[in-house]
């Protein structure tokens, strides 16, 4: 059947049945000029963000959870959080963490603090394969399959503590991930260097190169400044670090006392070199090249100077400008990459990469961009959003103190509700930024919803940025604490997303129901087909030691079966054509009633099965 | 049979002894199943009660309560399966070539171990006796059963170890283009042939030919199962028996090869 004639079937079957399934099928083709069509018919500054009943959003949002550990995806505009996927947390509606294949990837681990979710890219853009994560918690890194938009791989990275930026490689594609170490801890950390506990000179931050197709580490480039935010270049040459604690504190005070820190660049070409040369220590298992200052043999690193402890580094979508936050400063710090080069050369001195430095508010953190020439910084300490013009900060610099005084740059403050961190517009972080929306990740909601005890939600503010004016449309509250986000475009991710799992991926699906007993051990393979379980009945003996795999064979779309044991504490959901285990003790004699926890059948309530334990 | 007591054990064996005497004696008058042995009708008739009537419905003809409200989907398209209707004596999965009815142990390996993507579950936890009985009260629902002779020919399924190599692969798509399973089955095994939105089963309901790309097959994913369908076809459904179209044994596994790399099992 042709695509087109399938597709013309399909829709004259939606129509029939109903309003939202319409949408749901009508979505998946919509093609990419459409949707932009749609939108462009909308004056500028002033895009609705309502989404009618029916129909779909125009971005996928993936959204961190901060120490809930998990991702989020939200509809934008919607704002709508239409799903969850559990990365370092313990999930007990879908078993993530109670399954033996996510017990495998968790290693007994379920706390975690996710800060930035990025995509893999191809060419700049967001190709729509991977999602990555970093838990700042447990110093781990975890991978996400956009197709299944699941969980594959968790890296533990040693040597590090407070893995705190991450970004992956936007061009040519992404390779290589980096994520920094936010803490300087003792290398390695352990007994074997106790006489390093007490003495914070000898306490060291890390770059850490990953593998995205191995999700193994490369190698790490230890530094004795602190890596806190994180970007790479929109030329596959560079990655870059904010640094806030170059003083080694370990006080407040001491981390503060430097009037300047550092962006600090790592050049990709020479620390591919410092690795054919061998020129690295083996720590904990992975490659350490030293890129101290005076250590540095292959000049890996740049240390560009930044007032006073600056939080995010991002890059404008054109790839010409790394625009540093600068937190206790009030400006932010524009740095030209075309110069860089020049830098890394000695023709130039590291400073004079910045080209502006405009002031922009009371405790600047992270800048995003509407792919039109403007940035657009969330600052803390004023609660505002301030969209500023990159060029005429630029030119303002050139012309002296007296042109910047009178601010130029800045075209629109706004006011918002309150304390922001991360802010991020769609589609900022690629080449194809395009100015549509803005979400401002507050991190206090204080009186914007009603009270809901004294820990209250965050404010996920809706800002419409198409318009000269930065335009608040929509409140949206999330639990503990989204950090940071991205905003895709629907067309990038939608074609990308299945429906079933490919049944015979996970080696243990079972075609036939059957138990297997040897000894104590006893393996049941069983299929589930709304309302119904393979098997209706399984004897055990008190002691067993129990593996229940079970496949769902249920084709349609959405039909996903739970799969509870009474009383012996073990939930999870198979979604159609995915396969998940679990591993138990019958400890307790007893009839003990399988069940169906997710609604699956008009005869849901009788999906269930026994488990007979005899003493 | 854990948890049978001794007693029971020793029942059942007398039973089984009772019933293979009997099985010989029916065989030799060739005489119709039911009548002469009511007892295990009534047995099977039980079973059927507690087990399968909810789907296959007090007549026999599938339209039990789930028959009716069970929905199935499958690349964005919606149609009704029905569970199995007795009454026409018609059975998909036979070791017997097509047109014929299966024999008794065909049906046994369905009960005991149900068929996956679909609402019929294993039966592995009932004992052989009830599974056996079952099979009994089936019986009556179709008068074939009393009117045909049972056919002679069984099929077996002998797999040569060269099966999924890739030669074999390469001759079987070969035989799947010729023999023109992409009609239906489309050039990548998705289900998607030109003819397969205008398939339908003996009862006029809708059907999709099988995605071999995903799922498994309803009458198990052994390359023995895969063979058995190519050769005694699905009857009641749209697909036919290869038995006379590809006569070479060969080429019928050189077909199951193929089938086995569209499932993505070999390379």
Redesign the interface.
Known sequence: ?SRKK?NK??RK??KI?GAASVAT?AGVMMPKEVLLARAEKKPKGKLSYEVKPGELDEYYGFWSGGHSGEIRIIGVPSMREIHRIPVFNMDVGSGWGITNESKKLLRGKYAGDTHHVHGSYVNGTYDGKWLFVNDKLNNRVARIRIDYMEVDAILDIPNIQGAHGLFPQRYPRTEWLVQNAEFQIPVPNNESNAKAFNEPQKYYGMHTIIDAERMAVVCQIMLDENCDLAATDYKGKYSMCTSYNTEKGVTISEMLAADHDYLIVFNWERIRKALRAGDYKIVNGVKVIDGRKGHDKHGITLRIPVPKNPHGVNISPDGRYAVCSGKVSPTCTVVDLELVDKAYAGKIKPEECIVAQPYIGLGPLHTTFDGRGNAITSVFIDSTNVKWNIQKAIEAEKQGEEAKKKNPHIIDVLDIHYQVGHIMASMAETKEADGKWLVSLNKVSKDRFINVGPLKPENDQLVDISGEKLRLVHDGPAYIEPHDCIIVRRDIIEPKVKH?Y???EHPL???????ERKGNKVIIRM?A???????????LKKGDRVTLIL?N?????DLSNGCAISNYNINFVVAP?QTKSVTFTADKPGVFWVYCTNFC???HLEMRMRL?V?P | M??FSLKTKGAVILFFLVLLVFALATLHTSDSVYGKDSAIIEKGKKVYKK?CIICHGEKGDGKG??GI??????????WYVYPRDFTVGVFKFRSTPTGCLPTDDDLLRTIT??I??????????LSLEERKAVIAYIKTFSKRWVEEEPCDEVIEAKMPKWVGTPESVKKGEKIYVKMKCWECH?YEGKG???K??KLKDDWGDKILPFDF?????KR??SPENIYMTYITGLDGTGMPSYEDSIPNEEDRWHLVSYTLKL???VK
């Not at chain 1, 079972?510 to 138990?515: A, C, D, F, G, S």
């Not at chain 2, 790309?213 to 097959?217: A, K």
């Open positions: 059947m399938f079937q399909r079957l939606l049945l099928g079933r490919d049944m015979f699906a079972v075609t036939e129901n059957k138990v299929t087909n709304a309302p119904v379980y393979g098997l209706q009945e399984v004897k496949t064979h249920d084709e349609i779309i054509f059948h008009a005869l007979i005899e | 854990e948890g087990y309560l789930i409200i069970h929905r199935v989907e499958k690349s964005g398209l919606v171990n149900g996956p993507r679909s609402g019929m579950p294993s039966h592995k936890d489309g998607d042939g030109p397969s939105d790309t995903t799922g498994t097959l198990g994913s499932m993505k099992r």
